[in-house]
């Protein structure tokens, strides 16, 4: 029975559709559940896009919101965390951007075709990819929309849990990426910053750039003196470094439990080019 599930299994995996090959795993018998490998983020899929609060969606589940410069690398890290090349890629095409992209966690089925639509009462998670910002090109009323877009969403949204602030390590905290923490600090609600393109940096470098992140995140106090939630990691998709680190950090953030990870998964690889 068990080498019988063998061959399906393979292709599944061939397949590289995380969605399906769990379902499959769901779904089996006892004895196949050893073989669990994935992230539960692996199991994302698009959801909706909107492009002004009202129609935020209803959902109560908990939301975790990536944010940061247009180039700083955060489709790449969507990408790599939910082990699927072109899921936040898909939000690059035209029209797509200046949108608040969500994916959901749960809510798809054994079985169930990949455009066929997500339960909504069974979503565990959100992953929301909120417009890159800072792009020269941009219109002055074009950026103004997507200020008060996303200043609104972060401070407003109750379901969001924490914000993802993905940052190039050689750059980090721009003014907008400082604007974006300001913003979403008075909430009281994690930030955990993904400094990314650690490759670029040598060893005393990515040292540098967590130690000098970590001092400025820290320089943040309330009126009591207090620190914030914030958190800090060094994240390179292309040497896969620190994917493990955001990943367990996000399920935590976000609530979960994660599934074992096999180490034989197929691993995307989702740098097509290095700028
Ligand atoms: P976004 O605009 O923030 O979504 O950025 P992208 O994910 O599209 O990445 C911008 C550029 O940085 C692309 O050319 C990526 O291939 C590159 N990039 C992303 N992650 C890495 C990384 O870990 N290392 C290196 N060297 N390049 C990366």
Request: charged letters at 25%.
């Amino acid at each position: 029975m068990q080498r019988a599930c063998e061959p399906i299994k393979a292709s599944l995996r061939n397949n590289r559709n995380p969605l399906l090959y769990n379902s499959f795993l769901a779904s089996s018998p006892p004895f196949v559940a050893i073989f669990q490998f994935m992230s539960k983020l692996w199991q994302a899929r698009f959801f909706t896009t909107v492009n002004q609060l009202r129609d935020l969606p209803t959902t109560t589940a908990p939301e975790i919101a990536f944010a940061g410069r247009s180039n700083a690398g955060k489709s790449t890290a969507i990408n790599i965390l939910t082990n699927q090349k072109g899921l936040a890629f898909a939000s690059k095409t035209p029209g797509r951007t200046q949108h608040i992209n969500y994916f959901s966690i749960g809510g798809a089925h054994v079985g169930q075709h990949r455009k066929d639509p997500t339960r909504i009462d069974e979503i565990e998670a959100l992953l929301v990819d909120l417009p890159g910002y800072g792009y020269a090109e941009v219109s002055g009323s074009a950026k103004l929309h997507w200020q008060k877009l996303l200043g609104d969403y972060v401070q407003r949204r109750e379901q969001l849990a924490a914000l993802v602030l993905i940052m190039d390590s050689r750059r980090p905290f721009t003014e907008l990426d400082i604007q974006m923490l300001e913003w979403f600090a008075p909430t009281g609600k994690p930030i955990h910053c993904i400094l990314t393109k650690a490759d670029k940096l040598n060893r005393n470098e990515s040292t540098n750039a967590l130690r000098q992140a970590r001092q400025m995140l820290d320089s943040y106090v309330d009126e009591d003196g207090e620190g914030f939630p914030f958190t800090v990691q060094l994240f390179s998709a292309l040497k896969r470094i620190g994917i493990d680190e955001a990943n367990d950090k996000i399920i935590d953030l976000l609530g979960l439990t994660d599934v074992e990870r096999d180490p034989n998964a197929v691993l995307i690889d989702p740098v097509d080019s290095d700028d």
